[in-house]
């Protein structure tokens, strides 16, 4: 009896921990990670990532617009993504550190919170909360990516036509509105709603709607022709935000696709958007470019050096506040990712963010063949471009700039776990 009781506590044993190498390798799902109402929730959470940016309503405070959006999210991502993450704990943890882009991410995240504790700003533990959340961010879409790439993909076409929907009744109503800011209801620059009540930030949030919108990939009719009229409204929109930068990142980013991609639909779309985008130039645009000339950014760019200069190796700390200032102007950044990050962290810190997107450009350039890939290399290039003119913070939460960032390194490690969960299923080694 005791020979046989022992045999059957081995097989349980044996069976508890067959269970438990299963679920170490096991991929990424929502509908089998958690229940049902759970993943349609991190997926209106999700969804609403990327649109409440346009459509959350404007807070109370003048400067905090968008306190309404960032609220919300705590109930609509933050709390099912804290608890796909807690479930599925040492899957993210292993993926997080077997990846070269992971170990980077984690290595900048953990300088920029310790820069931090020496920063002027006096909050180390606001800008430690943005890198946890930074990421669960990236984690958590990376996760979509890798086991739902099909959701996602929806889930990226749907944002584009709730941003559409957005920029069409922000350029119906605008003659209209009641600005904050009246300058720039004067200059007939349109903005959005809620965090993008800023010409510039909407341009930069719309632009990157266009670039992935046109890389995707649609089967119906009816969702074909949402798509071209969803890109056609968008495209008026960044427009009439006048934003130089932002039109600028489209033409390179369409450029690059022209001439990146093999797929015919692709490149008619790439080519249809740098014709438009020429003749709007060559007919008043370019006379628009050079009344506004460079707008400060050469003498921004050496008293960013300055400032690089005097704190080479640690930085200031990260949420430091520092000032430029350029004649009569004065801005509290450098209107550029790259000298900012390296002001805030120091150089060494900038260098792990230089070496992630490189990376993270890399993936993109080798999957371009994927839909995904193709999303993710167009995003890509349209950030970088639009990086070296304004949108300079990361490390903050949910906004424009956090999502030019940020969004493409989750792609990224999607696309990497997803291409590793496929060879393994083949038995067969991955770079990726």
Same mark, same amino acid.
């Given at each position: 009896?005791?020979?046989?009781?022992? +045999?059957? =506590?081995?097989?349980?044993?044996?069976?508890?921990?067959?269970?438990?190498?299963?679920?170490?390798?096991?991929?990424?799902?929502?509908?089998?990670?958690?229940?049902?109402?759970?993943?349609?929730?991190?997926?209106?959470?999700?969804?609403?990532?990327?649109?409440?940016?346009?459509?959350?309503?404007?807070?109370?405070?003048?400067?905090?617009?968008?306190?309404?959006?960032?609220?919300?999210?705590?109930? $609509?991502?933050?709390?099912?993504?804290?608890?796909?993450?807690?479930?599925?704990?040492?899957?993210?943890?292993?993926?997080?550190?077997?990846?070269?882009?992971?170990?980077?991410?984690?290595?900048?995240?953990?300088?920029?919170?310790?820069?931090?504790?020496?920063?002027? #700003?006096?909050?180390?533990?606001?800008?430690?909360?943005?890198?946890? #959340?930074?990421?669960?961010?990236?984690?958590?879409?990376?996760?979509?990516?890798?086991?739902?790439?099909?959701?996602?993909?929806?889930? $990226?076409?749907?944002?584009?036509?709730?941003?559409?929907?957005?920029?069409?009744?922000?350029? %119906?109503?605008?003659?209209?509105? =009641?600005?904050?800011?009246?300058?720039?209801?004067?200059?007939?620059?349109?903005?959005?709603?809620?965090?993008?009540?800023?010409?510039?930030?909407?341009?930069?949030? #719309?632009?990157?709607?266009?670039?992935?919108?046109?890389?995707?990939?649609?089967?119906?009719?009816?969702?074909?022709?949402?798509?071209?009229?969803?890109?056609?409204?968008?495209?008026?929109?960044?427009?009439?935000?006048?934003?130089?930068?932002?039109?600028?990142?489209?033409?390179?980013?369409?450029?690059?696709?022209?001439?990146?991609?093999?797929?015919?639909?692709?490149?008619? +779309?790439?080519?249809?958007?740098?014709?438009?985008?020429?003749?709007?130039?060559?007919?008043?645009?370019?006379?628009?470019?050079?009344? +506004?000339?460079?707008?400060?950014?050469?003498?921004?760019?050496?008293?960013?050096?300055?400032?690089?200069?005097? *704190?080479?190796?640690?930085?200031?700390?990260?949420?430091?506040?520092?000032?430029?200032?350029?004649?009569?102007?004065?801005? %509290?950044?450098?209107?550029?990712?790259?000298? *900012? %990050?390296?002001?805030?962290?120091?150089?060494?810190?900038?260098?792990?963010?230089?070496?992630?997107?490189?990376?993270?450009?890399? +993936?993109?350039?080798?999957?371009?063949?994927?839909?995904?890939?193709?999303?993710?290399?167009?995003?890509?290039?349209?950030? %970088?471009?639009?990086?070296?003119?304004?949108?300079?913070?990361?490390?903050?939460?949910?906004?424009?700039?956090?999502?030019?960032?940020?969004?493409?390194?989750?792609?990224?490690?999607?696309?990497?776990?997803?291409?590793?969960?496929?060879?393994?299923?083949?038995?067969?080694? =991955?770079?990726?």
């Amino acid at each position: 009896m005791q020979r046989d009781e022992t +045999r059957e =506590v081995r097989s349980s044993m044996q069976l508890e921990e067959s269970k438990m190498s299963v679920m170490r390798g096991q991929r990424f799902h929502l509908q089998t990670d958690l229940p049902r109402w759970v993943g349609g929730w991190l997926l209106l959470g999700m969804w609403w990532l990327l649109v409440g940016l346009a459509a959350s309503p404007v807070g109370s405070k003048v400067w905090n617009p968008g306190k309404p959006y960032h609220d919300s999210l705590i109930v $609509l991502f933050m709390a099912p993504a804290l608890w796909w993450v807690w479930k599925r704990r040492g899957e993210f943890g292993r993926r997080l550190i077997s990846g070269v882009d992971g170990r980077l991410l984690l290595v900048f995240l953990a300088w920029a919170g310790l820069s931090a504790t020496w920063s002027n #700003y006096g909050h180390a533990g606001d800008m430690v909360f943005n890198a946890v #959340y930074i990421l669960l961010f990236v984690v958590v879409w990376a996760a979509v990516v890798a086991g739902n790439p099909q959701w996602f993909r929806e889930l $990226l076409f749907w944002a584009a036509i709730g941003l559409a929907l957005v920029a069409l009744g922000a350029v %119906t109503i605008f003659p209209s509105r =009641v600005l904050h800011t009246l300058s720039w209801q004067e200059e007939g620059r349109v903005v959005a709603f809620g965090a993008l009540d800023n010409p510039n930030l909407a341009a930069f949030a #719309y632009g990157a709607a266009i670039v992935w919108l046109a890389q995707s990939a649609v089967r119906e009719r009816w969702k074909h022709v949402v798509q071209i009229l969803s890109l056609i409204v968008m495209a008026v929109f960044v427009v009439l935000t006048y934003c130089r930068s932002a039109w600028l990142a489209i033409l390179v980013a369409q450029a690059c696709m022209l001439i990146a991609t093999r797929h015919g639909h692709v490149k008619l +779309r790439a080519f249809a958007i740098l014709v438009v985008s020429v003749a709007a130039v060559a007919f008043g645009g370019w006379r628009y470019v050079e009344e +506004r000339g460079m707008s400060y950014r050469p003498q921004i760019f050496e008293q960013a050096k300055a400032w690089i200069r005097a *704190h080479p190796w640690r930085g200031l700390g990260e949420g430091s506040h520092y000032t430029i200032q350029v004649a009569d102007q004065t801005w %509290t950044h450098s209107h550029n990712v790259f000298t *900012h %990050t390296a002001i805030m962290v120091g150089i060494p810190g900038m260098l792990v963010w230089v070496a992630l997107w490189i990376v993270v450009g890399w +993936r993109g350039w080798l999957f371009r063949h994927l839909t995904t890939g193709r999303c993710l290399l167009a995003l890509w290039v349209f950030a %970088t471009v639009a990086f070296q003119f304004d949108a300079p913070e990361l490390m903050q939460k949910p906004s424009v700039e956090w999502f030019l960032g940020w969004l493409p390194v989750a792609m990224s490690m999607g696309l990497s776990w997803s291409i590793r969960d496929s060879q393994r299923d083949r038995g067969t080694e =991955v770079r990726a």
